[in-house]
């Protein structure tokens, strides 16, 4: 059972075109960060979200925490090439066992931007 | 700058020849992890250190293991790569298990089994 589920999986617009990528799960989440990871490369961390509810804005990428804490998104406006990429969302589900809880990522929406 | 680095970046070896991939870290983080990525997939967590803690995921095959001698360093060790283990190797890090769990990760070791 895959804990989060990334939509759309795939995602290629025309640059200056809006988007939003969605992270959701039936379990709640202490936090979710989001990142980014080129290819070739490491992904690279964006923003955590911790609060329900919760509005963080990066330039032109706006993240949101839902207010169960059980779904993320990430919306970008007027798309660039530089914005193509893997997005994951990841973060540790909140059990009442309490203690470490280990890291689940996201499926991944690869965004491809065409100039 | 305080980072996360990998080397090499490009690994090729041959079927069944054992494979050293190396990480170190600037950041003074107490948590280091290793993952496996596959052609786009989400991350694999093949295991972790807190400190020099241990830890091993179920699925994690026997032929992977891992030291990590000081807090700066960690090696991942390939005993008999197969073909299905040409992938993406990557190395991160987190302050502690519990502080967000934010991970920062290294650009990555591809590695390419003959």
């Known amino acids: 059972t895959q804990l989060l589920e990334q939509s759309p999986q795939f995602l290629s617009i025309q640059e200056g075109e809006n988007l939003t990528v969605y992270c959701n799960s039936s379990?709640?989440?202490?936090?979710l960060q989001w990142y980014r990871q080129e290819p070739g490369e490491g992904p690279v961390l964006l923003v955590t979200?911790?609060?329900?509810?919760e509005v963080k804005k990066l330039k032109r990428l706006t993240f949101q925490f839902g207010d169960a804490r059980k779904d993320s998104s990430l919306h970008i406006t007027a798309a660039q090439p530089g914005d193509t990429g893997l997005y994951l969302c990841a973060g540790p589900p909140d059990f009442d066992s309490g203690g470490y809880q280990k890291v689940t990522f996201g499926t991944g929406t690869k965004l491809q931007v065409i100039p | 700058d305080a980072m996360v680095i990998q080397n090499p970046r490009y690994q090729v070896t041959q079927f069944g020849k054992p494979v050293t991939l190396s990480c170190s870290q600037t950041l003074n983080h107490n948590v280091m992890y290793w993952y496996q990525q596959k052609s786009s997939q989400a991350p694999k967590l093949l295991f972790h250190y807190y400190d020099k803690d241990f830890n091993n995921e179920a699925d994690t095959p026997d032929n992977f293991q891992s030291r990590r001698p000081n807090t700066s360093f960690c090696f991942l060790d390939i005993r008999s790569p197969g073909l299905g283990d040409a992938a993406m190797y990557l190395c991160?890090?987190?302050?502690?298990?519990?502080?967000?769990?934010?991970?920062?990760f290294g650009p990555g070791t591809r590695l390419t089994v003959t």
């Open positions: 991160a890090t987190s302050r502690d298990r519990s502080y967000t769990y934010e991970q920062y």
């Open positions: 979200v911790v609060t329900g509810g």
């Open positions: 379990s709640v989440f202490s936090s």
